[in-house]
């Protein structure tokens, strides 16, 4: 510990030390009186609770219970459970402080987050004393959760993993602070008009919001734009200095993350842009108030609107400036924080971890050389060791659309210094790699930062990748496929740097919360250590053959189906069987993941049906849901076809008495969360070699549904725990793809050799689903007929022989309880709780700093 530090906190203790000792702990408190109020506000009792609420409602929202709207009711009570976080989250923090602790810090452009007062009340453990004083007073826990606006601060899995991490870190109290962006519109609203996607901006702050704080003593300054200049400093040094030509203020807004009933709450730190001046004085002056006024606006720009784009990258300016914004924001507020009890960088890299969740916070790794060069003269060598110490990597596609890469002018203007330290990164860097490979120009080329050409780039990956102590993929065959593809030339040169943490998902959020009753059902049979300790579920295997356990578990899954058929009917006006198989694709919209195979098997039954319209066949409810991007044409076709199909399938009486095809718009985390307790059939059918992991996958399965799936991602590994017997296998390898593309593939062949193929595409083509519209559809099946990028007509014929399979499975309701049994109870390997271990045992090398009650009063009893 350094001296300075110990002055530091010397300084602190005596401060302290001149107050009156309670006053120390409960800066609110003054006097025996003042005790029994800080109870009141904070107690855990439901006496207590009612009257906070109560409170809350009055002082806060204005209404007494006759005027309260279910928002002002959802409010009053987010706020009494945030009253009693926020003793926690203080005490969590000065720990950290007091024991000088190394954090995880984890920078990600996106968190997925999903509503917050569910999670909340069950981590602090009032979900019970909650349900029980509203129901007194005859409200319903659950009617006032479904009021909050979720947080959509993110597009799809990469966000709803760094949601699922920042859960399992404060849950195995580990130090550990998220820094990202607060848009201002997270993703989009999505509605279905005539079968086609409509977005609508999502204005989820409109009414308030009770998780986040405000710290605009926090603030810091961001600079765009201008340029350098070298000096030679006092010591006759050469240095450079940034000439910005604008900055941007960011103000910290904080979210607690509360752990799994400890006393842990972390910090999710989100930045939210702000003009340097409310005004250009000069313009003001002139009169042009309303230019002044745009100006500022300019700035504020920069967090207004997450990128809705999944998976692939859209080379805007206003992007990068999003992620340099809250890098850097991110980054002076990390070193600031280390400062207050380090006077140099010399610990830096053992109290700091950084993780960037994809490429999307590279930019930090130039960032963090800039700041420690340009602005705490840290020698460039010494500075090089601490960032590469610092940081580590997660890659998270294998998709070449999806690698960021900009053009150097751009970059250029926005950022001059950091393309200098970029250019500066790679000639050192390749100067080793010229030492190590003589003469190979070609690796050269591919392993530079710069990507030569007419417009040249900068790769981000490549910046990651050198500027990073780790790489990670988030799946063994994602891994594998790193370091034999997309990264091989890194591979060789470090191989070492490479690891594998396979995704995983908060069994918190994704089966006490989404599925109750099957949690109830499990805690009542294994007790409650699977919520923190999810290998624990496999105890239930021991009950597969238990006759009241089996009946139990087949009634709550008919349960939950019926739930959902009430939404659907809700929602889609469609009256679904909640005794058919419900067959479910719920994910982003994106060609890799193939919707198509599964409306290509719908149609194929469809013309079954017609064929033979006494045919008994399994009666099935197919459930789509999931956005694409804006800017996506195919995919939003693909949307419109489906909603086509469904329109033909559910108004034929022949067909849709054994069929029904449902779209539910606006597919989100609230949403996901009805959808995976009630769900019989996961698809999983992505093309072998695409998904990096996917994580629905295991929510799904966790939530007892059997998996049809490629062996792409995480299905491979999900296979493995659950068994061969309880998984549907179908299609080509990830090397079977790579062969067949190289050897040629003319997805014209399948169509000419496979009758049920061609008279799947042929009615589409005849206008089947448009109303004999031949045209509507026409870009859809050329794109197959003539490039098929993703295989469709590849594993068509194994894709519904193995729905065969599913069929006949799911005649025998004995045989498919077992297997849905058996997947949950396998399932326990995809806690996020385990990925969260693994990166601190192999990259972070972090440890749990557990936080002792601060008074006996803010632990609830237990339930
Ligand atoms: C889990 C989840 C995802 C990821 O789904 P994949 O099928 O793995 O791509 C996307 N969106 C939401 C809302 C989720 O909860």
């Avoid at 820094?179 to 997270?186: K, L, S, V």
């Avoid at 909603?643 to 779209?663: G, T, W």
């Amino acid at each position: 510990m350094s001296s300075d530090y110990q002055s530091v906190w010397r300084k602190r203790a005596t401060q302290h030390a001149a107050l009156p000792t309670d006053y120390q702990k409960h800066p609110h408190r003054t006097s025996e009186a003042a005790v029994q109020i800080e109870d009141d506000r904070t107690g855990m009792n439901v006496e207590t609770l009612r009257r906070a609420f109560l409170d809350n409602l009055y002082y806060i929202q204005g209404k007494d219970l006759q005027l309260a709207t279910p928002y002002d009711l959802y409010m009053a009570l987010s706020y009494t459970v945030r009253d009693r976080l926020l003793q926690r989250w203080l005490h969590t923090q000065e720990v950290y402080l007091q024991q000088d602790v190394r954090s995880v810090c984890y920078l990600s452009a996106e968190y997925l987050l999903g509503r917050q007062l569910g999670n909340a009340l069950i981590n602090v453990g009032l979900y019970e004393q909650a349900r029980a004083f509203l129901k007194e007073m005859n409200l319903d826990l659950r009617d006032l959760m479904e009021q909050e606006i979720e947080p959509g601060l993110g597009n799809g899995g990469l966000g709803r993993l760094a949601a699922c991490f920042m859960d399992s870190l404060a849950s195995l109290e580990i130090p550990a602070i998220g820094y990202g962006i607060r848009y201002e519109f997270g993703i989009f609203a999505q509605s279905i008009r005539d079968g086609w996607q409509v977005e609508q901006p999502d204005r989820w702050l409109r009414y308030g919001n009770p998780w986040e704080i405000p710290r605009p003593e926090y603030l810091v300054e961001v600079k765009f734009g201008g340029h350098t200049e070298g000096y030679i400093d006092p010591a006759g040094q050469y240095r450079v200095s940034w000439v910005n030509d604008r900055s941007v203020l960011g103000t910290p807004y904080d979210y607690p993350v509360p752990g799994y009933r400890n006393d842990t709450v972390n910090t999710l730190r989100l930045w939210s842009a702000r003009a340097t001046e409310d005004f250009n004085f000069q313009v003001f002056d002139s009169g042009d108030f309303a230019r002044a006024v745009a100006d500022k606006t300019y700035s504020e720009n920069i967090t207004k609107v997450l990128y809705p784009n999944d998976n692939t990258y859209q080379g805007r300016e206003l992007r990068l400036e999003q992620q340099y914004f809250f890098v850097s924001c991110s980054l002076q507020d990390i070193i600031r924080r280390y400062l207050s009890y380090h006077s140099d960088f010399e610990s830096f890299a053992d109290k700091v971890t950084l993780q960037i969740n994809d490429t999307h916070p590279s930019i930090g790794i130039a960032e963090l050389m800039r700041l420690l060069v340009d602005e705490y003269l840290v020698g460039w060598d010494k500075a090089w060791q601490i960032t590469r110490r610092v940081f580590a990597y997660t890659n998270h596609t294998l998709l070449s659309e999806a690698l960021e890469r900009w053009p150097v002018a751009l970059f250029g203007n926005l950022l001059p210094r950091h393309l200098e330290i970029i250019y500066e990164i790679n000639r050192r860097f390749l100067d080793e790699v010229r030492e190590r490979f003589p003469e190979d120009e070609g690796r050269i080329a591919r392993l530079s930062l710069i990507q030569e050409g007419s417009q040249k780039q900068v790769r981000m990956a490549n910046l990651a990748c050198v500027g990073s102590h780790a790489i990670n993929g988030v799946a063994q065959l994602h891994t594998e496929l790193l370091k034999k593809d997309v990264l091989a030339d890194f591979y060789a040169l470090w191989p070492e740097k490479f690891t594998n943490v396979t995704n995983g998902v908060t069994p918190r959020r994704f089966l006490l919360l989404s599925n109750p009753k099957l949690a109830l059902l499990l805690s009542e049979r294994i007790g409650q250590d699977w919520l923190k300790d999810l290998d624990q579920i496999g105890r239930i295997e021991s009950l597969v053959a238990d006759p009241a356990f089996r009946s139990a578990w087949q009634q709550i899954k008919d349960d939950n189906k019926r739930d959902l058929a009430e939404y659907i009917l809700q929602f889609n006006q469609i009256e679904v069987d909640p005794d058919s198989l419900f067959d479910i694709q719920v994910k982003r919209f994106h060609e890799y993941k193939r919707q198509l195979l599964l409306a290509f098997f719908i149609v194929t039954l469809y013309n079954r049906l017609k064929r033979q319209p006494d045919l008994e066949i399994v009666p099935r409810t197919f459930i789509f849901g999931g956005k694409s991007a804006p800017g996506y044409a195919m995919a939003k076709l693909i949307i419109k076809f489906i909603n086509s199909v469904a329109r033909v399938v559910n108004s034929d009486p022949q067909v849709s008495r054994h069929l029904k095809v449902v779209f539910l718009a606006n597919y989100n985390v609230s949403l996901a969360q009805r959808i995976y307790p009630a769900c019989d059939l996961s698809e999983q059918i992505s093309t072998a070699g695409k998904e990096a992991s996917g994580t629905s996958n295991m929510k799904f399965a966790l939530n007892g549904a059997l998996t049809i799936g490629t062996l792409d991602g995480a299905n491979i590994e999900i296979r493995e725990k659950v068994g061969p017997d309880n998984f549907f296998l179908f299609g080509l390898t990830a090397q079977q793809v790579y062969d067949l593309k190289a050897r040629g593939y003319n997805p014209r062949d399948y169509y000419d050799s496979n009758a049920e193929l061609r008279e799947v595409v042929d009615r589409i083509s005849a206008g089947g689903f448009s109303g004999g519209d031949t045209n509507l559809f026409r870009p859809l099946l050329d794109s197959l007929l003539y490039r098929d990028d993703y295989l469709v007509f590849a594993d068509y014929q194994a894709y519904i022989d193995c729905q065969e399979q599913v069929s006949q499975a799911f005649r025998d309701r004995e045989r498919w309880l077992t297997m849905s049994i058996l997947n949950s109870a396998r399932m326990g390997y995809f806690s996020s709780d385990r990925s969260i271990r693994e990166y601190s045992r192999n990259i972070w090398q972090s440890e749990p700093v557990p936080v002792e009650p601060e008074s006996p009063a803010i632990r609830p009893a237990a339930e």
